[in-house]
């Protein structure tokens, strides 16, 4: 009898929550960044304010390989952020387990969304907070570049930065010596 209300009690919390974030919510408001196909880095600084039971959504098209890094500063120590790809609601990051910084690798290409909210006790109480949140997308590196051509080993051709690669150059061969 405890195990099969041990399971029921697993199934309901499981179906609510995946209710829960497939919803539509009407305070939630969603917005898109728009990310360059050209741009090897790109970063954007978003400010905002929550109250209660609000969430935002910051969405971007990314690119299986590329990273994706947020770091999050609130006003109220009950704000957070998870980041999940779009329509699916199991999250890659969830900010509560894991804190203010999210450095990850991008699975699959598609929407991903960065989703702030309120935890339930700040939301109940009606609670706001102001948040700034750094958001920086990273292009994955050039399948085969040989690791000569990114002497500062951030994964970018070092070429792409001072503008100077040239399309007859084979970037898989060592960077040859001046």
Not at 29 to 34: F, P, V
Not at 118 to 133: G, H, I, K, V, Y
Not at 147 to 162: A, I, L, M, R, Y
Request: net charge negative; proline share 4%.
């Amino acid at each position: 009898m405890k195990l099969l209300l041990l399971i029921g009690f697993c199934f309901s919390v499981a179906t609510s929550s995946l209710v829960f974030a497939e919803q539509n919510l009407p305070n939630s408001r969603h917005y898109e960044l728009l990310a360059s196909d050209i741009a090897v880095q790109q970063s954007w600084q978003v400010k905002d304010t929550i109250k209660g039971y609000e969430m935002l959504e910051y969405q971007i098209n990314l690119n299986k390989g590329t990273t994706l890094k947020v770091d999050f500063a609130p006003s109220n120590s009950s704000n957070y952020f998870n980041i999940l790809p779009k329509g699916n609601p199991t999250a890659l990051f969830v900010g509560p387990a894991k804190g203010d910084h999210a450095e990850l690798t991008i699975p699959d290409n598609g929407d991903y969304v960065i989703r702030v909210f309120l935890m339930r006790n700040a939301a109940r109480s009606d609670e706001q907070s102001e948040f700034t949140a750094d958001i920086s997308v990273l292009k994955s590196t050039l399948k085969g570049m040989h690791p000569s051509w990114d002497v500062d080993g951030d994964g970018v051709n070092d070429c792409e930065k001072d503008g100077s690669c040239d399309h007859t150059v084979d970037y898989s061969l060592p960077r040859k010596s001046n």
